[in-house]
T-cell receptor, first 115, second 112 residues
Framework: AQKVTQAQTEISVVEKEDVTLDCVYETRDTTYYLFWYKQPPSGELVFLIRRNSFDEQNEISGRYSWNFQKSTSSFNFTITASQVVDSAVYFC????????????FGTGTRLTIIP | ETGVTQSPTHLIKTRGQQVTLRCSSQSGHNTVSWYQQALGQGPQFIFQ???????GRGNFPPRFSGLQFPNYSSELNVNALELDDSALYLC???????????FGPGTRLTVT
């Protein structure tokens, strides 16, 4: 069975600070996919990134960056120079099926950016 | 916006009743997945439909059922509603050849 753990329930930072959201996953499959989604108050889950298990290269997209480490089964997400619009609940998720049969989500981290 | 729409936005039902939730996929997407998100929790996979057939199911009882239509839109039906069914129900569409799912805004169901 797959499991995703987001130990940080809530985080608050002052605007312009950097913040890292932690994600630890468990799976016995050697091929898997990791995701981050953002859920603003409107409720719609917004896709942020997907990583394959065979590609450990870190990725940067604007103020967002992701650190994937198979050795520690972690897929952490960093927001640099945070903005109020970053306030949302962020979910890490895992899939072991190429056809995306099932996403296993963590419990989410509520991020509040204080102006 | 993802192009995935859901109706209704909100719904209040009484315990024991039946409910139908609807989802329209993003154009060209042939796979639809449904998730239940209880308050303060992450979404839980209910089932997925591909080519009008169930293509995987999570740990939900048979009173949760679904349909996918030829235009790839989908319905989630829940019979004999229980108080614990109160949640945000999310629909996600994708291509069977892709690992990316695109979510709709959800339907918030309240069972009293």
């Amino acid at each position: 069975a797959q499991k995703v753990t987001q130990a940080q329930t809530e985080i608050s930072v002052v605007e312009k600070e950097d913040v890292t959201l932690d994600c630890v996953y468990e799976t016995r499959d050697t091929t898997y996919y990791l995701f981050w989604y953002k859920q603003p108050p409107s409720g719609e889950l917004v896709f942020l990134i997907r990583r394959n298990s065979f590609d450990e290269q870190n990725e940067i997209s604007g103020r967002y960056s992701w650190n994937f480490q198979k050795s520690t089964s972690s897929f952490n997400f960093t927001i640099t120079a945070s903005q109020v619009v970053d306030s949302a609940v962020y979910f890490c998720a895992l899939s072991v099926n190429f056809g995306n049969e099932k996403l296993t989500f963590g419990t989410g981290t509520r991020l509040t950016i204080i102006p | 916006e993802t192009g995935v729409t859901q109706s209704p936005t909100h719904l209040i039902k009484t315990r024991g009743q039946q409910v139908t939730l609807r989802c329209s996929s993003q154009s060209g997407h042939n796979t639809v997945s449904w998730y239940q998100q209880a308050l303060g929790q992450g979404p839980q996979f209910i089932f997925q439909y591909y080519r009008e057939e169930e293509n995987g199911r999570g740990n939900f009882p048979p009173r949760f059922s679904g349909l996918q239509f030829p235009n790839y839109s989908s319905e989630l039906n829940v019979n004999a509603l229980e108080l614990d069914d109160s949640a945000l129900y999310l629909c996600a569409s994708s291509l069977v050849t892709s690992t990316e799912q695109y979510f709709g805004p959800g339907t918030r169901l309240t069972v009293t």
